[in-house]
């Protein structure tokens, strides 16, 4: 049964279209070191299947994947692709009281849109984002179903309320 690296060597040569000669000199070996490969008597070195992957890559990825294992890298080490960008630790979620300032600055924006003090918004936003919860909705969703409903307003027209 042929070595699993001599088949790759073989399947790298086809992939390339190439000659065993060709193939021993774009890896810097000698004719009789290919035919050695291609006949299972011996295999190539780690730099070897590396300088091969390289090759292959452009043409079949998958082998060069292969080819890369086989010398015990990756595509990634050998530099022949870009790893992908490590994953970011989840943001540190809010204090309390960085929450509670978010939540006030909210009542606010809403107080002042309803021409209202804030404490007498609070309840009525807490009733709301409440039943959205219950119904699934995302702040998102909310949003954009308020604004649907919203009263156009004439052009350069301040809403009502405010004063331009």
Excluded: Y
């Excluded at 989840?90 to 978010?102: G, I, K, L, M, Q």
Aim: glycine share 6%; charged share 20%.
């Amino acid at each position: 049964m042929p070595h699993p690296v001599s088949v790759l060597v073989s399947e790298a040569r086809q992939a390339l279209g190439t000659t065993q000669l060709d193939l021993a000199a774009r890896l810097g070996v000698s004719r009789s070191t290919g035919q050695r490969w291609d006949a299972c008597r011996s295999v190539p070195a780690p730099a070897q299947l590396h300088e091969l992957a390289r090759l292959v890559h452009p043409v079949d990825a998958d082998l060069a994947k292969r080819i890369a294992a086989a010398g015990g890298a990756t595509l990634e080490a050998l530099g022949i692709v870009v790893p992908p960008p490590p994953l970011q630790a989840p943001a540190e979620p809010p204090t309390s009281a960085a929450r509670d300032r978010v939540v006030d600055a909210v009542v606010c924006a809403a107080a002042e849109a309803a021409d209202a003090v804030p404490h007498a918004v609070r309840p009525v936003l807490l009733a709301a984002f409440t039943c959205a919860r219950e119904l699934g909705l995302t702040v998102e969703a909310v949003e954009r179903g308020l604004a649907r409903r919203l009263p156009a307003r004439k052009p350069g027209r301040a809403p009502a309320g405010k004063s331009p």
